[in-house]
Nanobody
Framework: QVQLVESGGGLVQAGGSLRLSCVAS????????MGWFRQAPGKEREFVAV????????VYADSVKGRFTISRNNDVNTVFLQMNRLKPEDTAVYYC??????????????????WGQGTQVTVSS
């Protein structure tokens, strides 16, 4: 049974930075791509970033490209999301997710079968 636990959210002013972490347990972490998604009030959950199981390849949503960086450390079963130059429109609950199928990337919600509880990020203007 997979468990994903996020941390690092909070309140920050526009232009500031936050670093989210997600610790995984329950499956061999290094076999699965990991993603970050976010959901703002009244909106659908949307893709933010994904990283290959080995960490060698990443994909970002256009809205965060150049500002956010996803990374992972397979030795400690953790995926990170470094968020720089934050904007008020980045305000959302951020979720980490683990790909259902090993050794596959993915960008759609249905590609990911395990989710964390979410961490709130609020960016004030």
């Amino acid at each position: 049974q997979v468990q994903l636990v996020e941390s690092g959210g909070g309140l920050v002013q526009a232009g500031g930075s936050l670093r989210l972490s997600c610790v995984a347990s329950g499956r061999t972490f290094s076999m699965y791509a990991m993603g970050w998604f976010r959901q703002a009030p009244g909106k659908e959950r949307e893709f933010v970033a994904v990283i290959r199981w080995s960490g060698g390849s990443t994909v970002y949503a256009d809205s965060v490209k150049g500002r956010f960086t996803i990374s992972r450390n397979n030795d400690v079963n953790t995926v990170f999301l470094q968020m720089n130059r934050l904007k008020p429109e980045d305000t959302a609950v951020y979720y980490c997710a683990q790909r259902t199928t090993p050794y596959k990337l993915g960008y759609y919600r249905d590609d990911f079968g395990s989710w964390g509880q979410g961490t709130q990020v609020t960016v004030s203007s």
